[in-house]
Every structure is written in C-alpha cells, then in structure tokens.
C-alpha cells in the first residue's frame, strides 16, 4: 500500500521524508496531521521502523488521540500486525519518563520519587494561598494566580529563586523570589509537581544522565513535533536531547500561529530551526482544504504585517464564498443581541448549522449568553468547569492522593474535615504551625501532635480516626484495584453518607458526579492501569479536551479555538485595547502576537466570518460606557473581502465635543503649572464660553457622544387586514423579516423590529435635543479632519508614544486640532481610554 498516494506535492514530499531534519511549514488548514500521520504509517510500512522508534508529540491528549488513531487506522488497512508508533502529549511523555526513571534525579531533586503527584491549577492555588498565609500578605499584594503566572514564567525560563533574588531590583521582586523558594520547598517536602516540573525534570535529567539520554537515542530514533511554534525552551531542549545521537527530527508548525508567548511558548524555536538544524529541509504547505477564498486571502492579508515570520501565501481551490461580514454596533448589549440575531436566523434556515462566537477575553462571554437567551437558544461555553475540577471530584481524587502520598499537605488540608469530623480551624492552625516549627508535612505534624497529647480530646480523637482510615486504606493500596479502593474510601470516610442524608438538590447531581468517577475507574482498572495512572490522567485533563465538537453554539476564546474549525464564526470585539489587547499597545512584539490571534480566529470559519465591534463598551468595571476605537486588525482586512453590515456611519475621530466635563475633571485634577481655577477656564474657552451646555456640567450624562445620535426606531407596520399567521414559538426578531439562505450576507442593514414585551428597548433614546444638535458656539474651534492637519509643532500625533505622570506609557490614538489646545486620545493599558489636552496632560514624547 502506498500511504504517499492522494497526497498534493507538498504533503507527499512531506510525508515520504525519511532521516535528517526537516521543517514542515503548515498553514492553517492545510493538512498537517494527514502528513503527520501518513509520514509515521509510511516509516513503519514501507522502510520497516519498528513502530516503538517512531514518537510523536503534541500538546494536547485531544490531538494525540486522534494522530494515534489515524496511524492505527492506516497500518490496519495493510492486513499486516505493526506496532503503533508512540504518541502522545508532551506532559504525559514527562510523566511516563519520570514514573519509569525518575529515581535517578532523586540527586539533582532532595526527597524525589516515583511515587508524586501532580499539582493541577486548583492545588497550586491553594499552596499559594498557603504561602501567602504564612508569609503575612494577601492579594493586595499580588493576586495569586499573578503570583503563580511569574512562577512559571520563571520556571519556563530556567530561572531559580536564587536567580530572582539576584536579579531583583525592587521589594516586590525580592519578595516574589521568597514566595517562589517557599513554593519550592513545599513542593519537595510533599514530593509533587507542577506541570512545568514535568517538563524541566525531565529536561534535567535527560541533561544530567548521559547513559539515560543514549537509551532514550536509540529508542526513538525517529522524532515528530507537533505545534513546534508553541513549544517554550523545556520542550524545545527537551527535543534536541533525545535527538541528540542521530538528529532525525521533523517539526511542524507555523510561526503565524504562535500566540502562546505568556505561558513560555517561543517563536524564535520555529524561526531559528535552521541555525540549529544546518542541514534541515524546509517544505511549506500553502494549500488549505478549510475556509473560503475570501476568509483565507483576508486573514493572510492581516498577518502579513508582521515581520516575525518566516512566510508563505495560503491559497484554496474553493470558491471565494461570501463575503466577511462586518458590523459596527452601538454599543455592547447591540452587538450581543446583533450576534443572537444573525444566529437565530441562521439555525432557522439550517438545523444542523454550527457556529461559534469567539473573543478575545472572557468577560465578553456575559452580554452574549445574556442575549442567546433570550432567543431562547442553548449554548455551549468552553473553559468552564469540568468534570475533574468539581468540588466532589476534587475531594474523592484528594482522599486518593493521601492514600498513594500521605506527605502531600495540600490534599490532607483538603479532605481532613471533608465530611465534617470535629476537626476545626483552630485545631488546624496548631497542625499548621506545628509543621512549620519542625519543617515537616501535616501529616507528620498532626501523627506527632497526636502522640504527644497536645490536641483537645475531642480534636485528637478526630485526628486518630481520620489517620486510621488512610493508614488502612494503604495497606490495601497494593492489592485492591482502583475501583474497588475508591469505593471503599466513599464509604468509609462517610462522604456518600453526608450527600445522601443532606437533602439539598444539587447533592443529587454530586452523587451522580462520583458514580461516574467510579466508572472511569473501572475501565481504568480494565485496561490494568495503577492508581498512580488513573490519578495521572485526571491531573492532565486540559480544557481543550472538553470542547464538544456537537455543540450548535459554541462560545470561547480564541486561545482555545486553536485546532478547531466551524462552519460560521463570529469574532466579537474588535476594538483597540480589547482585540488588541491593550498590553501590545505600546509592545511591537505583543501587537504582533495579537495579529496573529486575529489571525488564528479568521482561519477557524469554513464558509462564512462575521467580525464585530461597538462604539461605545463599558470596561474595567466602570458603570459607564467608554468610547471605543476600531480595531486596526478590521482596517487591514482588504476592503474587495468584506460587506458591511451595519447602518452606523462611519467616523474617522472621536468627536470629544460632548465628553466636555470629563475632560474638564481630568484637567482639575492632573493640571501642571496652573492653578484648577485657570485650568477650568480654559476648557470653557476650549469648548466654547458663548454656549451655556458649554459652561454647566449636565446633570445626566448623554448616552453617546452628540456627533454619534443613536438612530430612533421606525414606527411600527400597519397591521393587515388578513390575519396574522401562527406566531413562532421562540422570540421574533429584533433585527429584520428578511428571508434569507444560512450563508447568505444581507447587503443592506437590518431593520429593527418590535421586540417581545419582556425585553427592554434594544434601541436607546436620542440624546436631548440641546446635546445632540447644538448649534456652533461663538468662539468654538473647527474640527480638521487629520488629513488636512499641519504636523503638531510637539511631534505627538496619532501613534506616538508618550509618558505620563499618573497613567504610565500610552499610545496616543487620535489628536484633533494643533498647538497647546490639541485634543488627544490616549490609550493607557490598564487604565483604558483618557481624554487630555495637551497643553494641561504633562505627557512627554518617548518615540
């Protein structure tokens, strides 16, 4: 058989690569895990590899389930008995190393053994909870996830405690450095890692034995990445050290899709493949088999302002398909209801549709879910809590981990009052401290306490019984299977007791949770895993593995739609400082990655992409809407590619006109050389002193500014004399009656309909009639659109960068008028759009 055949040239080439280094450029779309898996079939079929020589990696177990079932697939087309080629996630390839021959670190890692656990997201939060405790600071400090986040950061780099205390130029970062040492130690002390430990371990001990590093040569002497643009400096040496004696390594990737940067991704890894491959091979795959000719040459039309790539011109042999959609919304709640719309019409049309709304940050996912019901449409939102992460599972998986390791202190807090048991705060801190003082785990501490008769009676028995159940539960650690073990500790330890006599009616559902974990135990126990593998399994679960790919409706973000594909997708919020972000504002390496997001999200749509943004949004908790600039990602789509939506006209600047008083409040408060007094009576004069709403502050605020009314709703349509047909027994629509095909792009605006009696007024009353046509005021300046504008004597103009006192570095994202009265927009990242003159702002130029 000939795994080559029905592969275009570049695939072929690809998959019929034998030894030596080579870079397989994917472009979105473009087959990748076809060649991927073609080109294993092909090494163990027709150039006799052992399939055990032949390891693939990837990122997450989703991708390594279904490379290994399409090999599986494809050797058992031949009618011959091959042995499957080793796939798997770069984690649960640290672990199978460390479970096999970890005892070896055991001299670089005091105290290491086969026998730890692994730390997920939830047990590394309440460490660092624990630290912080300890240590005397909360949150005000540093949040801690934040405070996790640098930990990482500083393990993806290879940076010790000791590194950041010598590095250290501020008290924060000093103290960081000692929440990180503690965070160490702790780690040791209850032999557990954290899933960047699995790959720096690994890394140190490929790195620290020689003789372990030639074994794992000549098993694997075939070596696949997959996603290399994604892999941080532990995966990227991770690679080069089991490639070390024979460098057969093939990476395959895409530098336009590298948008991992803050969890320690690389992109120089993929763009320096050559430097550290002399003699690689470099074969691009342009062609995509996913999305229409318009999404494909728009997207790379955006990414291609970048300059942090290696290129490549995507093209597709499909039809150019409809045209990108493009709407400009009011404000959030239209947007969102805008999208329910389109939606709802488009599940209308075609009941097996499937559509996705991406965004760039979670809490965009509020408006929209709002809106989705009321259309009374089911959704599905990724990223939420799965299945390991409940507040049962969690303890029942716990109660394991003391079983297996009674020196993890993090599950015995977790599950030693947990049914209740007497067993107290008080009682606990004396633990607590207890360890602390001997530098031992609470389990020791609370053995030793207990011995020593140091607790309450009451609080001593409580500890002796629980101590006794784990110590049990041990002894049949060996003999008795997972099942089995997790059932007996149910009930021993009374937690199915405590769920069944408590009559609340979600316990219901957490006996139904932990009836399924039960489940997967016994086919854990079928397929003769250890404790140790189910425990393993349940730890790497990531969200990417929880996306049901049956979902009508799908709602993520653009970081974890990476890998999937729909038919429709919509990418909401594209407006500067959201999508971008508003941390690339002033970073070029940042806008690019942002580029490459937007990138990402275009490519996921096979047949139709909408892309939407409001003028006005309320962010950073403010109860009131900001302004809201377009994003630049919609102006460097090519205009031939899109349609707008939209009957909001277009306006090239903020007009600032009617956001008088903020801009007379931020003069009051940050003026520089002149009194408030002056500084109030400028702004008079800037906003013309002749008109009396120039002068007295509103006693309301306008809902948007006065050059942008918000259109007013038709009257409603007469009704026929015939009468009305049956009404749908879902919400009408808000926007228009048209009747359209489910692909199909209306080239005109919708037209706003009669809402149900139950939803406020998706359209906003106009502005009063003095804010939204004020007459020109004697003395007031004339806008001059930017074009016509003299270059600003200060050199500060639209883009520039500049420095101010309270807000930090901004990006500046347009000006109105010349000289001191000059009207600025400023992006500040953190602190979001702020209106200032610049004869009062106290800015200075940086570029």
């Keep these: 058989m000939d795994f080559l055949e029905g592969l275009n040239p570049s695939q072929r080439e690809a998959a019929a690569h034998g030894e030596g280094a080579l870079l397989i450029l994917a472009g979105a779309g473009s087959g990748k895990t076809r060649v991927i898996t073609h080109r294993m079939a092909n090494l163990v079929h027709a150039h006799k590899v052992p399939g055990y020589s032949v390891l693939a990696v990837t990122f997450t177990n989703k991708a390594a389930a279904e490379m290994k079932e399409r090999v599986q697939h494809l050797l058992d087309s031949t009618g011959e008995n091959y042995e499957s080629p080793f796939v798997s996630t770069f984690h649960s390839f640290c672990v199978r190393m460390l479970r096999r021959d970890g005892d070896r670190l055991a001299d670089l890692r005091h105290g290491f053994t086969r026998q730890f656990n692994i730390y997920d997201d939830d047990d590394q939060m309440s460490l660092i909870k624990q630290i912080f405790k300890g240590l005397g600071v909360d949150e005000k400090f540093m949040q801690y996830r934040a405070a996790l986040g640098r930990i990482s950061k500083a393990k993806s780099h290879h940076e010790t405690p000791q590194d950041l205390h ?67 400096r532990s995966q990227y040496e991770m690679m080069r050290l089991l490639s070390d004696s024979h ?187 207890h360890a602390r003082t001997n530098q031992s785990s609470l389990w020791e501490a609370s053995g030793q306490l207990v011995e020593q008769h140091a607790l309450g009676s009451r609080a001593e028995a409580a500890i002796t019984a629980f101590r006794q159940i784990i110590l049990d539960l041990r002894e049949n650690l060996e003999t008795t299977n997972i ?53 393993d399994h349940a730890a790497l679960v990531s969200d990417s593995d929880k996306v049901d790919e049956k979902a009508q409706i799908s709602l993520l973000t653009i970081h974890n739609a990476k890998g999937l594909e729909f038919p429709v997708v919509f990418l909401a919020g594209m407006e500067e400082g959201l999508f971008p972000h508003s941390r690339a504002l002033v970073d ?184 939204a046509q004020r007459p020109a005021a004697a003395g007031a300046k004339t806008f001059v659109p930017a074009k016509q504008q003299k270059a600003p004597s200060s050199g500060i103009r639209s883009g520039s960068v500049v420095m101010h006192a309270r807000y930090g570095k901004g990006t500046v994202m347009s000006r109105e008028g010349d000289g001191d009265d000059a009207k600025l927009v400023i992006s500040f990242p953190g602190f979001g759009l702020k209106k200032l003159i610049e004869k009062f702002a106290g800015i200075k130029k940086l570029d």
């Design 588 to 771: 070029d390496h940042q806008m690019e990655e942002e580029r490459r997001l937007c990138y990402v999200g275009m490519t996921r749509a096979r047949q139709q992409l909408f892309m939407t943004w409001a003028r006005m949004r309320r962010k950073y908790g403010g109860g009131t809407p900001e302004p809201a600039l377009t994003s630049r990602f919609i102006r460097e789509v090519p205009e031939p590619y899109t349609e707008r939506l939209s009957r909001v006209a277009v306006v090239p600047q903020i007009d600032l006109s009617s956001e008088q008083w903020e801009a007379r409040d931020t003069v009051r408060k940050y003026s520089y050389g002149s009194r408030p007094s002056q500084a109030a009576d400028n702004i008079n004069s800037f906003f013309g002193a002749g008109n009396s709403a120039s002068t007295v502050r509103p006693t309301s605020r306008p809902t948007a500014p006065a050059a942008l009314p918000r259109p007013v709703a038709p009257p409603p349509r007469p009704v026929p004399p015939a009468p009305p047909p049956p009404p749908k027994p879902k919400t009408a629509s808000l926007f228009s009656d048209e009747e359209a095909p489910p692909w199909e792009v209306s080239t005109s605006a919708p037209t706003p309909a009669k809402r149900p009696a139950t939803t406020p007024p998706l359209v906003k009353p106009a502005p009063p009639p003095q804010l």
């Design 247 to 433: 460098g057969n390594v093939v990476a395959v990737g895409d530098e336009d899709q590298s948008i991992y940067s803050w969890r320690g991704a690389d992109i120089r890894n993929i763009l320096d493949f050559e430097r550290d491959y002399r003699d690689a091979k470099i074969i691009r795959l342009e062609q995509n088999y996913r999305s229409t000719k318009n999404i494909i040459e728009a997207a790379s039309t955006v990414v291609s302002n970048n300059t942090q790539r290696k290129g490549k011109t995507l093209w597709t042999e499909q039809s150019a398909g409809p045209k990108i959609g493009l709407y400009e919304a009011l404000d959030g709640e239209n947007e969102a209801l805008w999208i329910a719309d389109r939606i709802d019409k488009i599940l209308d049309r075609d009941r097996a549709a499937q559509v996705a709304i991406l965004y760039r940050t979670n809490f965009q996912s509020r408006q929209i879910e709002e809106a989705l019901r009321r259309y009374g449409r089911k959704y599905n939102v990724v990223g939420g809590l799965s299945f390991y992460q409940r507040a049962e599972i969690k303890d029942a998986l716990s109660y394991l981990k003391l079983i297996v390791n009674p020196g993890d202190s993090i599950a015995f807090l977790r599950v030693v009052n947990t049914p209740a048991r007497g067993i107290g705060k008080t009682t606990l801190d004396q633990v607590d401290a």
């Design 166 to 232: 010598k590095n250290a130029r501020e008290p924060i970062a000093a103290r960081m450095a000692v929440i990180y040492e503690q965070y160490e130690a702790k780690l040791r002390q209850a032999n557990a890692v954290d899933f960047d430990d699995l790959l720096l371990e690994s890394v140190r001990l490929l790195r620290h034995d020689t003789q372990l590093r030639e074994t794992y040569n000549r098993r694997y002497n075939f070596v696949m990445v997959d996603e290399y643009q994604d892999t941080n």
């Design 483 to 535: 099942r089995d073990l997790l059932k007996e500790l149910l009930a021993r330890t009374g937690y199915i007791k405590a769920l069944e006599e408590n009559p609340a009616p979600e316990n219901e559902g957490r006996l139904a949770n932990l009836n399924e974990l039960i489940n997967a135990a016994a086919e854990s126990a079928e397929r003769g895993e250890a404790i140790g593998d189910f425990l």
